[in-house]
Nanobody
Framework: QVQLVESGGGSVQARGSLRLACVMSGLTDYIGCTGWFRQAPGKEREGVAVIWTSSSATDYVDSVKGRFTISQNNAKNTVYLQMDSLEPEDTAMYYC??????????????????WGQGTQVTVS
C-alpha cells in the first residue's frame, strides 16, 4: 500500500499560481503512474494530470493544458503540479493517487485505490 501526502494548496486570485506536491512512501517499484485529481463541491472527482513513473511521460485534461505542469523528482517519490493562470473554475480539493498498473484511461477514478487526504485550492 502506498501512502500519499499532498501539500501546497491555498487561496489565490485569478491568474495566480500554486505548486502542489505529493510525497509518496511505500512504493515497491518505479512503475505505473501518479495522477492528480480534483473534486469541487457537488461534483464528481475528475482527473487533471498524470505522469508515468518510469518514462516521465505526461498527459493532461483539456481544461488545464498549457496552464498546469506535472513533474516528478529524480527519486520518483514526489510528484509536483505547477498550476499557472489559475481560474475560479479550478477551485477544488486536489488529490494525488498512484497505481503500479496505470489504468486506461488514466482518468478512470474507480481504478485507483490509494489516495492522499487532499489539499484545498481556492481561486477567487
Amino acid at each position: 500500500q502506498v501512502q500519499l501526502v499532498e501539500s501546497g494548496g491555498g487561496s489565490v486570485q485569478a491568474r495566480g499560481s500554486l505548486r502542489l506536491a505529493c510525497v509518496m512512501s511505500g512504493l515497491t517499484d518505479y512503475i505505473g503512474c501518479t495522477g492528480w485529481f480534483r473534486q469541487a463541491p457537488g461534483k464528481e472527482r475528475e482527473g487533471v494530470a498524470v505522469i508515468w513513473t518510469s518514462s516521465s511521460a505526461t498527459d493532461y485534461v483539456d481544461s488545464v493544458k498549457g496552464r498546469f505542469t506535472i513533474s516528478q523528482n529524480n527519486a520518483k517519490n514526489t510528484v509536483y503540479l505547477q498550476m499557472d493562470s489559475l481560474e475560479p473554475e479550478d477551485t477544488a480539493m486536489y488529490y494525488c493517487t498512484h497505481r503500479d498498473g496505470c489504468p486506461y484511461p488514466w482518468t478512470d477514478v474507480t481504478r485507483y485505490g490509494d489516495w492522499g487526504q487532499g489539499t484545498q485550492v481556492t481561486v477567487s
